[in-house]
């Protein structure tokens, strides 16, 4: 693998520990102003200390993120669609890999909508992009979005991952699910997982981590489940120890208790 592109990586996935935690704040590309999500600058500054990567769109980066910070960028180069428009899998590649390099990313992340009715478009806008990224080192983060009418099932995510793989991904953020560990063992790159909506309660949350890292997955890519958490830097500090530290769903609760205090 090319100097630079192994840099970029390490830069994200820590190699100290061979994981990452993602914090994703790319909602608004299609959702618009998500809750909590509605200014920013004010919601993700607190939580940069405590992530190893972030993970925005353009918009979001130049205006409400501060060059000073150090933290690696995963940018969304993907979308073209809305919540309320015709088809989500509609996408098209938005973000030039010119443009990337011009705001220093680590990686660039696109997705992928395997079964749809646009899977053939994602699926060559990930190759297409994979060799354009590949002429500048620069790694390409495949998110395995699912359909509505797609089961999240490890055999939907499995094959997902898989072609996502197969196209030129470095790594690759799905879903995390039952028999979790049929996903990571037939995917030859790195997985993480996304959080989803905001789960009931945050024991859910350490409990998806935990299982997710104990099954393979090298990190996560968590956004609602973190920053619309009223403790949220406590949330992602707890989120961290999991990752970094394989500390116990128990142990989580006990920490995001103190840090919460
Ligand atoms: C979806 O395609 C976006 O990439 C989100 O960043 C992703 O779903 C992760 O965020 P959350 O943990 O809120 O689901």
Partial sequence: MDWGKQNRLARIIKPETGRTVMLAVDHGYFLGPTRMLEEPEKTVTPLLPY?????????????????????????????????????????????????????????????????????????????????????YGIPVLAVTAVGKDMARDSRYLGLACRIAAELGAAYVKTYYCDDFENVTGSCPVPCVIAGGKKMETEMDVFKMAAEA?????????????????????????????????????????????????
């Fill in 51 to 135: 992530a190893d990567a972030l993970m925005p769109t353009r918009g979001v980066l130049r205006n409400c993120v501060d060059p000073k910070w150090n933290v690696p960028i995963v940018l969304r180069v993907s979308g073209g669609s809305s919540i309320i428009g015709e088809d989500l899998s509609n996408e098209s590649i938005t973000t030039s890999v010119k443009e990337a390099i011009r705001m220093n990313v680590a990686a660039v992340a696109l997705s992928i909508f395997v079964g749809s009715k646009y899977e053939k478009q994602t699926l060559t806008n990930l190759s297409t992009l994979v060799d354009e990224c590949e002429e």
């Fill in 213 to 261: 890292i104990g099954q393979g997955a090298i990190g996560v890519d968590f956004g609602r489940n973190i920053w619309q958490n009223p403790n949220a830097v406590a949330m992602i500090r707890t989120i961290h120890a999991i990752v970094h530290h394989n500390i116990s769903p128990e142990e989580a609760h006990e920490k995001f208790q103190e840090w919460k205090g």
